[in-house]
């Protein structure tokens, strides 16, 4: 997007996985549970915890038999099944949202093992309203409900986050719930919170190696089928997201489908994305200081939706509607989204209309 010459995602998250599939084969994790198939579209995300920030640990496609050992309740979840805040726990201990699972049995709520603490008892105090309860440790994830000020909160292990500073204390401290949100501790008083383990590292994403000309023969429905919906020229749309994901290869694209770097406002992620991704960012101001941040970025289930977006997001956002009026002329198209502060490359423009000339994208220009 207009302000990716100025954000860099940090090095670390950039390899966190698409996923490779779980380890094991099918017969194995059949070997106990409850047996369910996996409905998507494309590919399922596989993670450690029952929530979209949990980490990333593999990959189940769809008609994927898997053996799921009980459920517990995490954040809510619009999927191709059903919308629940249902989260089925594998018998390797992973996680899935039930908005992608079909199975004809029951399956039982997990229960903690016997002798095992449960949670931490907190009492939220706030000067400030009630304080928001997310589904992630920082202030860019969706707020899921309120606690009021006196409310109690079951707390089973902290995480470190955004730095919010609240009634009771400053601090970067997350409060993860036991139903698998988070509250800031900034706003809890509550005895000794022992930290969460950390996360599993997700293998690196293996990204298919793609020729140009392989790239832009996967990316021109997505961007005609933008220009149909929103009037945004498929040349324009093909030339951005090679220059904006390196054909492909960013950790943007690689991992999450989003060629664009669109980001989540507020938790919300529109009507082509299937939810958001918190990244750890490097931010610089125009005296060229830079500091550590967090963002919210978009995540898709096909390059198609990740272009529709883009699509979507230019027609909606007033800034560039003088670009509108040059829908079937690619290169004042690009010129009008510049000059609004799409970008703050000088030479934005020429790259795109460089890399339209060089690779033919006119071409796949429908009105013609």
């Known amino acids: 997007m207009g302000h990716t010459t100025r954000r860099l995602l940090t090095g670390a998250l950039l390899v966190l996985a698409a996923g490779a599939g779980l380890a094991g084969s099918p017969a194995a994790a059949q070997a106990a549970g409850i047996s369910a198939t ?8 596989v993670r450690s915890g029952p929530s979209w920030s ?13 053996a799921v050992d009980c459920a517990v309740t995490g954040q809510k979840v619009t999927g191709k099944v059903r919308t629940t805040d249902q989260w089925d726990r594998l018998t390797n201990g992973r996680y899935v949202s039930h908005a992608y699972v079909r199975t004809s049995a029951a399956i039982p709520a997990c229960v903690t093992s016997v002798g095992s603490p449960v949670h931490v008892t907190g009492r939220i105090r706030t000067s400030d309203g009630a304080v928001n309860v ?22 089973v292990c902290a995480v470190a986050g955004a730095k919010v500073k609240g009634t009771v204390r400053t601090t970067t401290l997350w409060d993860r719930l036991s139903d698998g949100r988070y509250v800031s501790h900034a706003y809890v008083v509550s005895g000794t919170v022992k930290a ?6 997700a293998p690196a994403p293996t990204v298919p190696a793609q020729t140009p000309a392989q790239f832009i023969a996967s990316a021109v429905p997505g961007a005609q089928q933008g220009w149909r919906e929103y009037g945004v020229p498929a ?30 406002q507020n938790g919300n992620y529109g009507p082509h994305a299937n939810g958001c ?14 500091f550590a941040t967090s963002d919210a970025f978009r995540t898709y289930a096909s390059m198609g939706r990740s272009f529709r977006d883009h699509g979507h997001f230019l ?3 007033k800034r560039y509607a003088p670009a509108f009026a040059h829908t ?34 006119y071409r796949y220009d429908t009105w013609k």
């Open 196 to 201: 969460c383990p950390p996360a599993t590292p």
């Open 315 to 317: 027609r909606n956002n």
């Open 54 to 66: 949990a980490a990333v640990v593999g990959t189940l496609a769809d008609g994927r038999k898997v």
């Open 328 to 361: 079937k002329d690619a290169n004042k198209f690009i010129m009008a989204v510049w000059k609004a502060g799409y970008a703050t490359d000088p030479n934005y423009y020429d790259k795109i209309t460089k890399i339209m000339t060089n690779y033919d994208l």
């Open 134 to 155: 997310r589904t992630g440790p920082s202030t860019l994830h969706a707020v899921v409900r309120k606690a009021a000020d006196g409310s109690t909160v079951k707390i």
């Open 277 to 290: 991704h918190v990244y750890e960012t490097t931010e610089c101001d125009k005296a060229g200081k830079c």
């Open 235 to 264: 040349s324009v749309t093909i030339a951005q997201a090679i220059l904006e994901s390196g054909w492909g290869r960013s950790g943007l694209s690689a991992v999450d489908r989003n060629y664009f770097g669109i980001k989540c």
């Open 38 to 45: 996996i409905d998507v579209n494309s590919e399922l995300k």
